[in-house]
């Protein structure tokens, strides 16, 4: 429900009250700061920062002066119980992380709960998160969605969480580095296979934002068509069972070709190890992964 707007300004103009306000920032437009969050961020007795110096050129551009203090993920703990005693002490303190939504893939929930355990006050500050700027404009299911954060980096465990998704319809959200999304797009092929649709979010709210859209394989085309792959990004993927052919297992793979060519173990592995296109090792490695699967 909209709130009336004297109703809003007054509120804007009373002193803010003490307890940590979670202030979410721009993911790389500076218009998506919110006035409430330049009016927190401007009376906060202090702002925690996941990097101060990124903060700062933030801070800079709207001409905000408030001291800053790091928080991040190395000083997460005693740094939670400094700011929690302040919090105690009534005091008015704003958190932001780099870019986005604090406490999404960002630093933030240890604190959060240590206020609530000092029976601090905590305040949300809605504002830009990258996850939901995908899902809205992604053209997937908004119904019901999974937010997954970042996938394992180890190929084996990434692998493993692709092969675990529930396949009902339901929307998946993955964070993903440029460095590692070919090898991922490569295990999504291997495990929904080649007509699974994809949606990969670029550079949201930049310049040069842009959304793939399209079957698995036809994006690793195009993406192995670029000179790079740069920028953040989003993955996201709605996988069912109807229409999505599983690739089988390496070891049914390799089964059926000990007994249909009657090959032994070592050979049919090297050759399923060809048509995949990938190494001796890496099929060898695979196959110890699906059987430890099974025990
Ligand atoms: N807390 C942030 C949020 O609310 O979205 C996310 C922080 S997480 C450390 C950073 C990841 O978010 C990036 O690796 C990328 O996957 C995603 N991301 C952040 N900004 C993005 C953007 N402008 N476009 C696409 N993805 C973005």
């Known amino acids: 429900m909209v709130t009336d707007a004297s109703q809003t300004k007054e509120r804007a103009t009373q002193p803010l ?9 721009p993911i790389g437009n500076l218009e998506d700061i919110t006035l409430r969050a330049l009016r927190i961020l401007e009376s906060a007795d202090l702002i925690a920062c996941e990097d ?30 400094e700011l929690t005693s302040r919090l105690k002490q009534d005091a008015r303190i704003a958190l932001v992380s780099d870019a986005g939504t604090p406490g999404i893939s960002d630093p933030g929930v240890e ?15 809605p504002g830009a998160n990258a996850a939901i700027s995908a899902l809205i404009a992604s053209g997937l299911s908004t119904d019901s969605f999974v937010f997954h954060g970042f996938l394992p980096a180890k190929a084996g465990q990434r692998r493993t969480a692709l092969e675990e998704l529930p396949r009902n ?25 080649a007509e699974q649709h994809i949606v990969l979010a670029r550079e949201l709210t ?14 690793r085309s195009q993406l192995a068509s670029r000179a790079a792959i740069r920028g953040e ?49 890496e099929a060898y490695r695979e196959l110890q992964r699906e059987q430890s699967r099974k025990r």
């Open 169 to 193: 319809g339901m929307t998946h959200v993955f964070y993903e580095a440029p460095h590692r999304i070919a090898e991922t797009l490569g295990d999504i092929e291997a495990v929904f296979g």
């Open 111 to 125: 604190l959060v709960a240590a206020a609530i355990a000092a029976g601090a006050a905590v305040f949300p500050v």
């Open 206 to 219: 930049k310049l040069h934002e842009e959304f793939l859209r399209g079957p698995v394989s036809g994006l």
């Open 52 to 81: 101060t110096r990124q903060t700062q050129k933030l801070l800079n551009h709207f001409g905000i002066q408030t001291p800053t203090v790091s928080y991040h993920m190395h000083n997460e703990g005693p740094r939670a119980e």
């Open 17 to 25: 009250a003490p307890g940590l306000y979670l202030v979410a920032t």
């Open 233 to 281: 990004m989003v993955l996201l993927l709605a996988p069912d069972t109807a229409g999505n052919t599983q690739r089988q297992s390496i070891a049914a793979e390799v089964a059926a070709l000990m007994q249909s060519e009657g090959l032994d173990e070592k050979d049919a592995l090297k050759r399923v190890a060809r048509e995949r296109g990938i190494g001796k090792s």
